[in-house]
C-alpha cells in the first residue's frame, strides 16, 4: 500500500477498540461502585442498567469530541503529517499507561490521561518545528499550545476534587440526619420528597443537558431556555407525586428506584463525557485524513484549519464504541479489581484495608481529630447527643447456623453517591468540559463515606491512605503521560518506521499484563483463606484450616529448597525474587492474624476452646514464616554483599537437611490435605533424628573453624540458617501436636 497514513489509520482504528477496552476496565468503577456496594439490585440487573445507559450516552457524546481536535493544541499551526503523529503517539501511550493502572487495581483518569499525551506529544512535535525553523524560538510554543483552554481544562479537573469530595460529603451528612440508618421507618413524606428532588437532578441534568450532544437540540434549545424554571419545578412536582405513589401504593422502596436510576444516568454521563477519551484521538484522525485527501497538498505542508471547525461524529462509530464498552462491561476481569478497590475505600464497615498506612496518612487522621474535638467543644452537649442518635446503626442479629454479607453501604449513600456524581459529571458536559470522571465519583464517593462516620478510629488511617494513594496516582498520571508521549512521538517524528515497533511493543506488554493479571487472579481464587462465617466449632476450624496448613508447608518446602540451590549457585536474582514470596506469605499471615478479632466473633459460645486452639495455629505459622524469612534475607544480604561463597561441606550439609525436611513437609501437607490426623505422631518421630542432624552441622562447622581457615561471614550466616532451621522444625512439630491434641478433642466430643 502505498499510501502510510491509510495504515496509521487502520492502526489507530485498532488502537481505539484496544483503548475503549483497558479505559472501560478502569472507568466501569465510575457507575458500578454505588449499586454494587449497596446490594440495592441484582448484578445481573446493574450491568444491563449501565449497559443501556452506555449505549445512550454514546450517542449524545459528539458535541465532546472537538476537545481532540482543539482543545489542547492549536491545528492551524501544525501540517497533516503533525498531527497523525501526534495523534499516534497520543493513542500508544494511553493504551499502555492504562493496563497498567488496570492491572494494579488502580481507578485512575482517562481524561487526565488523553489530556496530558496530547499536551506532551504536541509540545514535543512543537519544540521539534521550532528547532528547525529559522524564524522562530522556543517562545513560539505559545503559538501551537491552546494553553487558556489546556489551562482551563486541567483547573477544572483539579477543582472537581475539592467539589466533588465537598458536595458529596455536605449532601450525605444532611441526607443521614433526615433519613438515619433505619430509613425504612422514615415517613411517606421524606421518601416523596428525596425521590422528587434525586428522580429531577438526574433527569434535568441527564435528559435535558444530554441533549445538547446531539443534532437536533438546535430546534428546541430556545424553548428548553425560556422555559427552564417551569421544566425543573414541574419535574421536582411529578417525580416527588409518583414517588409517593412508588412508596404508599406500591410498597416500593424509593431508594432502589433512584439508584437504578442513577446507575443508569451515571453510565450515560460517563459515556458522553469519556468516549472522547477512547476515540475522539482516532476520529480526529479519520477527520484530518480526509481534509487532506481532497487538498492535493503534501502531507508535510497541508495546515489542519480544518481540525478548528466543527465536524459531526459518525452515528455508526459512536455505536460501535458504545458495544464495545458494553462488550467490556460483562467481561473485563480487571475492571473487577478497580471496582474493589473503590468499593473497599468507602465500605462502612471493617475489614481487609488494602492499603496501609503512611506518615502522611497518620498526620491527616490525627490532624482531623483535633478539629473534631475542638467542634465538639463549642457544640452544646444536647446537640451532639441528638446527631450522633441520627447515625447510630441498627443491630441486626442472626442465628449462629445463618450468615449474611452485609452491603459496603446502604442504599442512601448509595442515592446521594450516583446522583450528585451524575449532576457534576452533566454540568460539565453541557460545559463542554471534559472532567474526570473518575475524580468526581470518586471523590464524591469519599467524602459522602467520611460524612457518614465510615472512617472511624479503627480504619480512618488505612482510608486516608488509600485516598491518598489514589489521588497521588492522578498526579503521576499526568507526569507520566505528559513525558511519555512525548518520548513516543520523538521516535516517530525521527522515523515512520518506530510506529510498527511501538505497536509491537505494545502488543507484547498487554499481552505480558494480562497473563501476569490473570495468574495474579487464579492465584488469589486458589488461595484458601479461613472464612470466620463458617468456623464456628473446634471440627470447623480444624477442617478449614487444614488446606491453609498443607499450603504453608508446601511453599515452605519449596522456600526452603530455593534459597538452599540459589545460595549454593550464588545466584543474586533468584535470591530476590525467593525474597518477595518470603515477603508474601508473612503478609498472608498478618493478615489472618489482622482478623482473630472477627474469627473470636463468629464463634458459638461453647467453642472457647476453637479460639485459643486458632491463637496458637497463627503463633506457630508466623514463627515459621518468620523463620523461613530470616533465612532467606541473610542468604540475600550475603551474595549481594558480595562475601565468599559457602565451603563445599557446609553446602553438602545444608542440602542433606533439605531432603529430610522435604520428606516432611511433604507428609505435613499429604497429612492435612487427606485429613489423616491420625498419622501425625508418626511425622512428630521423625523431627527427632531431622534436629539431631542439624546439631551434627552445628558440631562440623565448629570442626571447621578450629582446623581450617574458613570466612567469618560464611561462619556467620551458616549458624544463623542452622538456628533458624531448628525454629522451622520446632515451629512446624508444635504445630502438628497441636493439630492433634486438638484433633482428639474433638473426636472425644463427638
Given amino acids: 500500500m502505498s499510501d502510510p497514513y491509510i495504515l496509521m489509520l487502520v492502526a489507530l482504528g485498532i488502537l481505539a477498540i484496544v483503548d475503549l477496552i483497558v479505559g472501560v476496565s478502569n472507568d466501569a468503577v465510575n457507575f458500578l461502585n454505588s449499586a454494587i456496594g449497596s446490594k440495592a439490585i441484582s448484578i445481573k440487573n446493574i450491568m444491563i442498567i449501565a449497559s443501556i445507559g452506555v449505549f445512550v450516552g454514546a450517542v449524545t457524546s459528539s458535541g465532546m469530541m472537538e476537545v481532540a481536535r482543539k482543545g489542547i493544541f492549536n491545528p492551524d499551526m501544525f501540517v497533516f503529517q503533525d498531527v497523525m503523529m501526534i495523534f499516534m503517539a497520543v493513542m500508544i501511550t494511553d493504551i499502555l499507561l492504562l493496563d497498567v493502572f488496570n492491572s494494579l487495581g488502580m481507578p485512575t483518569s482517562t481524561t487526565v490521561s488523553v489530556i496530558f499525551e496530547l499536551l506532551g506529544a504536541a509540545f514535543m512535535i512543537a519544540v521539534i518545528k521550532i528547532i528547525n525553523s529559522t524564524a522562530e524560538n522556543l517562545s513560539s510554543i505559545w503559538n501551537y499550545i491552546n494553553y487558556e483552554t489546556a489551562t482551563e481544562i486541567v483547573v477544572g479537573i483539579l477543582l472537581s476534587v475539592v467539589v466533588a469530595f465537598t458536595v458529596g460529603a455536605i449532601v450525605q451528612y444532611f441526607s443521614r440526619l433526615i433519613y438515619t440508618f433505619n430509613f425504612e421507618t422514615r415517613p411517606a413524606y421524606i421518601h416523596s420528597l428525596f425521590g422528587g428532588i434525586a428522580i429531577t437532578a438526574i433527569t434535568y441534568f441527564i435528559v435535558i443537558k444530554g441533549l445538547q450532544g446531539t443534532e437536533f437540540y438546535s430546534t428546541i434549545k430556545g424553548f428548553l431556555s425560556e422555559n427552564n424554571t417551569v421544566i425543573i419545578l414541574g419535574n421536582f412536582v411529578f417525580w416527588t407525586l409518583f414517588s409517593y405513589f412508588f412508596v404508599s401504593i406500591l410498597k416500593k422502596n424509593i431508594l432502589v428506584l433512584i439508584i437504578g436510576v442513577g446507575t443508569f444516568s451515571l453510565a450515560m454521563a460517563f459515556s458522553g463525557n469519556d468516549l472522547v477519551n477512547f476515540i475522539g484521538v482516532p476520529i480526529a484522525a479519520l477527520n484530518s485524513y480526509e481534509a487532506w485527501q481532497v487538498s492535493g497538498v503534501a502531507p508535510n505542508a497541508f495546515y489542519m484549519n480544518s481540525l478548528a471547525e466543527e465536524v459531526p461524529s459518525n452515528l455508526w462509530f459512536l455505536l460501535i464504541a458504545g458495544t464495545v464498552m458494553v462488550v467490556t462491561l460483562w467481561t473485563s476481569s480487571k475492571a473487577k479489581s478497580v471496582i474493589e478497590t473503590g468499593v473497599n475505600l468507602s465500605r462502612q464497615g471493617?475489614?481487609?484495608?488494602?492499603?496501609?498506612?503512611?506518615?502522611?496518612?497518620?498526620?491527616?487522621?490525627?490532624?482531623?481529630?483535633?478539629?473534631?474535638?475542638?467542634?465538639?467543644?463549642?457544640?452544646?452537649?444536647?446537640?451532639?447527643?441528638?446527631?450522633?442518635?441520627?447515625?447510630?446503626?441498627?443491630?441486626?442479629?442472626?442465628?449462629?447456623?445463618?450468615?449474611?454479607?452485609?452491603?459496603?453501604?446502604?442504599?442512601?449513600?448509595?442515592?446521594?453517591?450516583?446522583?450528585?456524581?451524575?449532576?457534576?459529571?452533566?454540568?460539565?458536559?453541557?460545559?463542554?468540559?471534559?472532567?474526570?470522571?473518575?475524580?468526581?465519583?470518586?471523590?464524591?464517593?469519599?467524602?459522602?463515606?467520611?460524612?457518614?462516620?465510615?472512617?472511624?478510629?479503627?480504619?480512618?488511617?488505612?482510608?486516608?491512605?488509600?485516598?491518598?494513594?489514589?489521588?497521588?496516582?492522578?498526579?503521576?498520571?499526568?507526569?507520566?503521560?505528559?513525558?511519555?508521549?512525548?518520548?513516543?512521538?520523538?521516535?516517530?517524528?525521527?522515523?515512520?518506521?518506530?510506529?510498527?515497533?511501538?505497536?509491537?511493543?505494545?502488543?507484547?506488554?498487554?499481552?505480558?499484563?494480562?497473563?501476569?493479571?490473570?495468574?495474579?487472579?487464579?492465584?488469589?481464587?486458589?488461595?484458601?483463606?479461613?472464612?470466620?462465617?463458617?468456623?464456628?466449632?473446634?471440627?470447623?476450624?480444624?477442617?478449614?484450616?487444614?488446606?491453609?496448613?498443607?499450603?504453608?508447608?508446601?511453599?515452605?518446602?519449596?522456600?526452603?529448597?530455593?534459597?538452599?540451590?540459589?545460595?549454593?549457585?550464588?545466584?543474586?536474582?533468584?535470591?530476590?525474587?525467593?525474597?518477595?514470596?518470603?515477603?508474601?506469605?508473612?503478609?498472608?499471615?498478618?493478615?489472618?492474624?489482622?482478623?482473630?478479632?472477627?474469627?473470636?466473633?463468629?464463634?458459638?459460645?461453647?467453642?472457647?476452646?476453637?479460639?485459643?486452639?486458632?491463637?496458637?495455629?497463627?503463633?506457630?505459622?508466623?514463627?515459621?514464616?518468620?523463620?523461613?524469612?530470616?533465612?532467606?534475607?541473610?542468604?540475600?544480604?550475603?551474595?549481594?554483599?558480595?562475601?565468599?561463597?559457602?565451603?563445599?561441606?557446609?553446602?553438602?550439609?545444608?542440602?542433606?537437611?533439605?531432603?529430610?525436611?522435604?520428606?516432611?513437609?511433604?507428609?505435613?501437607?499429604?497429612?492435612?490435605?487427606?485429613?489423616?490426623?491420625?498419622?501425625?505422631?508418626?511425622?512428630?518421630?521423625?523431627?527427632?533424628?531431622?534436629?539431631?542432624?542439624?546439631?551434627?552441622?552445628?558440631?562440623?562447622?565448629?570442626?571447621?573453624?578450629?582446623?581450617?581457615?574458613?570466612?567469618?561471614?560464611?561462619?556467620?550466616?551458616?549458624?544463623?540458617?542452622?538456628?533458624?532451621?531448628?525454629?522451622?522444625?520446632?515451629?512446624?512439630?508444635?504445630?502438628?501436636?497441636?493439630?492433634?491434641?486438638?484433633?482428639?478433642?474433638?473426636?472425644?466430643?463427638?
Fill in 350 to 750: 471493617e475489614g481487609h484495608e488494602k492499603f496501609q498506612p503512611n506518615n502522611l496518612s497518620r498526620v491527616v487522621v490525627r490532624f482531623s481529630m483535633y478539629i473534631n474535638s475542638g467542634i465538639n467543644y463549642v457544640i452544646p452537649l444536647k446537640t451532639q447527643e441528638y446527631i450522633n442518635s441520627k447515625f447510630e446503626k441498627p443491630i441486626i442479629k442472626l442465628p449462629k447456623d445463618k450468615t449474611y454479607e452485609m452491603p459496603a453501604f446502604d442504599m442512601v449513600r448509595a442515592s446521594v453517591n450516583l446522583v450528585m456524581a451524575s449532576a457534576l459529571i452533566s454540568i460539565a458536559t453541557s460545559m463542554k468540559l471534559p472532567l474526570s470522571t473518575t475524580y468526581v465519583t470518586f471523590m464524591v464517593a469519599m467524602g459522602s463515606s467520611l460524612a457518614d462516620r465510615a472512617w472511624g478510629r479503627e480504619s480512618a488511617v488505612y482510608r486516608v491512605a488509600g485516598v491518598l494513594n489514589v489521588i497521588g496516582g492522578w498526579f503521576l498520571t499526568a507526569i507520566i503521560a505528559f513525558v511519555a508521549a512525548s518520548i513516543v512521538a520523538y521516535f516517530i517524528q525521527l522515523n515512520m518506521v518506530f510506529i510498527p515497533v511501538l505497536l509491537i511493543i505494545v502488543i507484547i506488554l498487554l499481552t505480558k499484563n494480562t497473563i501476569k493479571h490473570r495468574r495474579k487472579s487464579k492465584e488469589i481464587r486458589r488461595r484458601t483463606y479461613i472464612e470466620r462465617s463458617e468456623l464456628i466449632t473446634i471440627n470447623g476450624v480444624i477442617e478449614e484450616s487444614s488446606d491453609h496448613i498443607s499450603e504453608v508447608a508446601i511453599r515452605v518446602n519449596k522456600l526452603y529448597t530455593n534459597v538452599v540451590d540459589d545460595l549454593a549457585n550464588h545466584d543474586l536474582k533468584k535470591l530476590k525474587k525467593t525474597d518477595k514470596f518470603v515477603s508474601k506469605l508473612n503478609n498472608e499471615i498478618d493478615e489472618l492474624k489482622d482478623n482473630v478479632f472477627y474469627f473470636i466473633k463468629s464463634l458459638d459460645e461453647t467453642s472457647v476452646q476453637a479460639s485459643k486452639f486458632y491463637i496458637i495455629v497463627l503463633g506457630y505459622l508466623q514463627d515459621a514464616a518468620q523463620s523461613i524469612s530470616y533465612i532467606s534475607r541473610a542468604s540475600f544480604k550475603h551474595v549481594n554483599n558480595n562475601h565468599k561463597n559457602l565451603k563445599r561441606g557446609q553446602v553438602k550439609d545444608l542440602k542433606e537437611i533439605n531432603i529430610q525436611l522435604t520428606s516432611i513437609l511433604g507428609k505435613v501437607s499429604a497429612v492435612f490435605k487427606n485429613r489423616d490426623f491420625d498419622n501425625l505422631n508418626d511425622i512428630i518421630k521423625e523431627k527427632n533424628q531431622l534436629l539431631l542432624d542439624v546439631s551434627a552441622s552445628v558440631e562440623n562447622q565448629v570442626t571447621r573453624i578450629r582446623n581450617d581457615e574458613t570466612s567469618a561471614k560464611n561462619t556467620t550466616l551458616y549458624f544463623s540458617i542452622l538456628l533458624e532451621t531448628k525454629d522451622l522444625i520446632k515451629a512446624l512439630m508444635n504445630l502438628l501436636e497441636t493439630y492433634e491434641e486438638f484433633h482428639l478433642s474433638a473426636k472425644e466430643i463427638n
